[in-house]
């Protein structure tokens, strides 16, 4: 099967070790892995601030590159739910303001095969045991777009139980927001940091040496938080644990 891999911005400038070890899970579960080096900003940041004319020109070039492949892998819950959820809502608007069917026709081809990283794995491979030693105690955080838009549910964790070594912890008001929220954290900073300190509590009440999650980008949110109030957690994104092997450990 030949996939493309989606990394997204925020994984490609701050977080791309997340975007190798997706290459070096999938290669080993025997799948040929693209990454197509046209790809950019999927335009989440300029919908979700209200730009969404903005962002038309990325949706359609994403569909440019990513069009030709038989399925789009992301390790971000976010940026696979603007392509799912928001990629059509856009091609609506377009309609419903009198500009035809184009920007749905363009933007119609890569919805339906973009998958985030878990539900790639159990949905589409079919497996959850997918090789990985990983020897920490973990509680996962389920991010709101993955639980809310892409409807995840449990293929995350079921993932994580399958992993040789680790122990999986629940962590208490998982279904809670970190307090990220994109441009959220920058224009509610206050409101932001409260939700994060709870999230990060929370963490620290099960006892778990790692947090996980399947978006870098409230691992960042909670990461910081954990630095300023000396936890000792560390966050690591899901697809560094599932890539992990005794022959070569990860994260």
């Known amino acids: 099967m030949r996939v493309a891999l989606f990394l997204t911005c925020v994984n490609d400038t701050l977080y791309p070790d997340t975007g190798r070890a997706v290459v070096k899970l999938l290669t080993r579960l025997g799948v040929d892995v693209d990454f197509p080096m046209a790809q950019t900003c999927c335009g989440q940041a300029h919908y979700n601030t209200g730009y969404r004319h903005e962002a038309e020109p990325m949706a359609r070039h994403f569909s440019d590159v990513f069009g030709g492949y038989e399925a789009i892998v992301t390790p971000s819950g976010s940026c696979g739910a603007m392509v799912r959820e928001l990629y059509p809502r856009m091609g609506e608007r377009a309609r419903a303001e009198g500009r035809g069917d184009t920007l749905a026709a363009t933007l119609a ?73 994109g441009t959220f954290a920058l224009k509610n900073s206050d409101v932001s940091a409260a939700m994060g300190t709870d999230k990060v509590r929370n963490a620290e009440s099960t006892g778990a040496e790692v947090l996980c999650a399947a978006d870098n980008s409230c691992l960042m949110h ?27 450990p990860l994260a």
Do not use: Q, W
């Open 222 to 248: 909670i990461g910081g938080t954990m630095t300023r109030l000396s936890t000792g957690m560390r966050p690591v994104h899901i697809a560094e644990i599932l890539a992990s092997t005794k022959e070569e």
């Open 109 to 181: 081809p890569v919805v339906p095969k973009t998958y985030e990283l878990t539900e790639f794995l159990v949905d589409v491979l079919g497996v959850t045991d997918v090789g990985a030693y990983y020897p920490h105690t973990v509680t996962y955080h389920p991010t709101c777009h993955g639980l809310r838009s892409l409807g995840l549910g449990e293929r995350p964790t079921r993932l994580l139980r399958a992993v040789e070594g680790l122990e999986l912890r629940e962590l208490p008001g998982a279904d809670e927001c970190c307090g990220f929220g």
